[in-house]
């Protein structure tokens, strides 16, 4: 069976996955095709080909991010190490403005990173040749709203910033549905 695309595709990026072999992936290379015609990143690493994820959690060029020791915990793994944030500072790290229920639910379905993904160089950027949005979480404690700034500046993106936590996917929907119907038109 072929499988094709029956419309234009815009793919959402709210965060980066790595696998426990410890590869970024970064999810650039799904973002290229006939049909995808925009790129919405919504407080998310955007790292140009060949540097790590790791840039952006750099406390010197770009401080604000809490996602350090305790509230980031680490365990061994079969990759090395795996990193995840802590339950105990989920709601006052990772999404301060959703409620206390939602962040349980939340917390319960986190799922690790292998850490020395962070340290993987990235693949090629689709963004520098796709149009790209980018929202950035002014309270984000997670990936620091300076460096969102600085990869949706880089990028030449057009952006919005919402006052929210790392989880504004939860917390501001309806913001994060009209970035996206904007990248649409």
């Known amino acids: 069976m072929q499988r094709r695309a029956i419309a234009p595709?815009?793919?959402?990026?709210a965060a980066y996955r790595a696998d426990h072999s410890g590869d970024a992936l970064i999810a650039q290379p799904q973002a290229r095709g006939p049909n995808v015609k925009a790129m919405v990143y919504i407080a998310a690493f955007a790292p140009q080909q060949g540097e790590p994820i790791a840039i952006a959690m750099d406390p010197s060029r770009f401080p604000g991010s809490q996602l350090q020791p305790p509230a980031l915990a680490l365990e061994p793994s079969s990759s090395g190490l795996d990193g995840y944030v802590a339950?105990?500072?989920f709601n006052s790290v990772f999404a301060q403005d959703v409620s206390p229920d939602t962040a349980v639910n939340m917390v319960t379905h986190q799922?690790?990173?292998?850490?020395?993904a962070l340290l993987e160089p990235s693949g090629p950027a689709a963004w520098t040749t796709t149009p790209t949005w980018y929202l950035v979480s002014a309270a984000d404690r997670v990936i620091s709203p300076a460096a969102e700034r600085f990869f949706a500046q880089r990028m030449g993106a057009h952006t919005t910033e919402v006052e929210a936590s790392h989880a504004s996917l939860v917390s501001q929907p309806a913001v994060v549905a009209r970035l996206i119907e904007q990248a649409a038109r």
């Open 87 to 89: 339950p105990d500072a």
């Open 111 to 116: 799922r690790s990173i292998a850490v020395n």
């Open 9 to 13: 595709a815009y793919p959402l990026y």
